[in-house]
């Protein structure tokens, strides 16, 4: 296996030091060098990003993305994990399909893919997948979600949750009250009343989290809420924390940027579930995500055919891409913002969906003896996004933004799937 | 100006050019023969992804006595059934050479995308999207009122004017067109209705509210009433009760009318749920505009295709 040292590597402390790898592990941090010489002055060097909500779209909708073609975003942006929605064709609620998706990955051999498992079988929200069989296969499955659908029956939920304590899973919601949002198509508020658009309202959201923590308390379950979208979501998070209630709550590098105002455009590449909120919500999010309330960033990474995306808006589909941005706009937000530093940086990026997924050898510090997955960046270049990249789709909502930031290296188990920002297979 | 996609692209100066051409047409249109020569050699497409018979008689007239050649094109849209998509559709006409495209669509936005999508290089001519406008049917109703309140319209807006616009204000295209066209003209808009159909963003941006049509009656001095159609699948998605307790609260009948007194006009942009959002009493009392709008329609949209189609915004 190869050995190389990143040479003045800067760590997510600030500190500047060599990270010397051998067989796939960080065989120190420190002065010396051994093998290859690689520089990396100026640059950032992080444990390997983990995508906690990721739409590989394999099998089943191959046009819109694959595995493969989804691992090689993911490296591009830094990952060395996804975690692979389940709302495949199959829907992945047996023990047979996960264990595909995570063949799959194993064959690309870019990132690790991690499958989510459906909490209800074929995401039709009456019957509980095999949960446990999921969790026993070889893709040890962990989280588990009908994400695109909101588990809205609370008995379900409610068994859900008290289900996989047996083998410490975490249900992840899709908090969407169904009802209250039938053929909703944006942010109710008042784009949406200018536009004719029917609305979505937050209110949708909110009322699914605040019953989910209740539930979470009441079983004592590991309750995890998927793309909090609005300010009142964050109060009921902080709520339910303060409270001892064992919620995890995540948010999209989307949510944190965009708003509904771009609706006014009427491009569907606007059009998302959870939708676009104000610029209020964008402000409460932030602040949750610098102060701890939301724990992680993950990107939702939805890739659609063009298709589904070149249509009138209530047509098309709902979704965007988000792999190869997700460092740059949580740089923008935590960092270029001055409202954090790389280490809050690497916990909603690494540390803390690895922590929420129990994966091992992910999301570990940059120390002596770990697996070496690490992301290197560097902070100070800038550009102008524009299409899709390496995904099958081209549904890119950043087009023609600037954003901070480049990822120059990825590290997957000692090995280099990116360098020097390329695909390195 | 190029598209008529919403009211919002309209100044001032635009609408009233519009309306004082329009009533150039209206007198075209009282002549014995009723024809000008102005588009002869243009091409105009009325694309309808929703059944319109109304409308697109009224844009096929208008067309035709300004000597355009006129395409009707009724097309399935693509999220109703897995139909022709709005891009293939629009590449179609395109082929054929539309100088202007009139699109009535079930979609909020539609007309939007065909004006922003390059798709065609012709005129997109709102004829109602979804949820979301209606230019030329404020327009006409604009122009109605207008006629109706000076002698001498010609250059005229509506300042001062009072206009309630009554009922489902939340689902219909109407009323958003109406409610920023009206005040572009000068006019005071009061949204009356349910609490259930009066969104918030648009209260905001009226001049007042009321969830009671008889302390709209009693507080907003009103010159105009403009009664929507209320569809009834409203009601079995529980936006109210019954068809009665509607017509109780917020129906215009011959008790509401004598308390609106004479002075005041009596519109609808039709068709007509009579017995429920108006009465046959105030539908055809001599207040009421509502044939009148319907004859304005023809004249509204020859000034419209003629501002677009023959670069005539000096008019
Ligand atoms: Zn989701």
Redesign the interface.
Known sequence: MSEFTLVNATLADGSVANIGVTDGVIKFIGDQKIGEQIDAKGLVALPGFVDLHTHLREPGFEQSETVLSGSRAAALGGFTAVHAMANTMPVADTAGVVEQIKSLGDEAGLVQVQPIGAVTVGLGGERLAELGAMANSRAKVTIFSDDGKCVSDPLLMRRALAYVKSFDGVIAQHAQEPRLTENS?MHE??????????GWPSVAEESIIARDVLLAEATGSRLHICHLSTAGSVEIIRWAKQRGIKVTAEVTPHHLLLTDELAR??NPVYKVNPPLRTDADVKALREALVDGTIDIVATDHAPHPV?SK??????AAFGMLGLETAASVAQLVLIDSGASNWQRFSEVMSVNPAAISRLESQGQKLEVGNVANIAVINPRTTRVISGGGASKSSNQPFEGIELPGTVIHTIYRGTFSVRDSKLAK | MKHLVSVSDLSREAAIAILDTSLEMSEVNDRDIKKLPTLRGKTVVNLFFEDSTRTRISFEVAAKRLSADVINFAAKGSSVSKGESLKDTAQTLEAIGADAVVIRHHASGAAHMLANSGWVKGSVINAGDGTHEHPTQALLDAFTLRSAIHADARGKGLDGVAVAIVGDIAHSRVARSNLVLLKKLGAKVYLVGPPTLLPSALISQADGYSYSLDDAIATFKLDAVMMLRVQLERMTAGFFPSEREYARIWGLNADRLALLGSNTFVMHPGPMNRGLEIDAAAADSKNSLVLKQVANGVSVRMAVLYHLLSGGENE
Do not use: K, M, P
């Open positions: 198509q508020g008042n784009v949406s009343a200018e536009l004719g658009l029917a455009t009427y298709e070149e249509c009138e808006w209530s047509a």
